[in-house]
């Protein structure tokens, strides 16, 4: 995910992109990608660089150029972030000048749409460690689909939500945002859900991802 929204970045601004994942509250390794002209610049691993990116962790705010923080930096350093939880930093060098309002806006939008995504990965795994079935636990709640119990189906949804992302990420880069295809899994396990038949249909595990597939 933060890799498809940093060549989009790079795209943008014909030059180089700096970006930080965030595991246990704390800055990865910053991860350069390469545009323009000359290709990857290794000057956005300094120290003062790093160090924006940092303070952009610890307050969830912008720094860099064009900010009142971080000054000394070279480049405008953005927060990928969804209410309080932060997923990484992204660093844009400012050669010229800052961004004007339209391009700030354009980041802004881009960078939210990473966060969604990654947003809705995160909690789709806490969702997976939480309802993990066996397979022998999954046919059995199946099988009480027939008779419209509605906490099956929600069971059934939730064990399965992970990897209705994992198809998902298979088709990005093809033209549509991860989120957008997410959603379209999504959508996809729930009519399964709706028209699996334990008696026809082999599993329900093999079933849901043909129809997750079709969507």
Known sequence: ILRTTCEQLTKLFDCSIVAYLVEDDRLSEGMVYA?????????????????AAEWVLKNRKSAGIGTDYCKEARSLYMPICKEDSVYGVVGIPM????????EYSTVRSVLNECALAMDNVHHLKEMEKANSLSGEQERVIARKLVSGDDTARNLLIEANLSRAVEIAKEYEGRGLLLSD???????????????????????????????????
């Open 35 to 51: 545009g323009g002209a000359r290709g990857k610049d290794i000057r956005l691993l300094e120290e003062p660089e790093h160090a």
């Open 95 to 102: 050669t010229q000048k800052p961004l004007d309002s339209f």
């Open 181 to 215: 295809l997410i959603q379209e899994s999504n959508i996809g396990l729930m009519v399964a859900v709706n028209e699996f038949e334990p008696d026809i249909d082999k599993d329900f595990h093999t079933f849901s991802e043909k129809m997750i597939v079709r969507f």
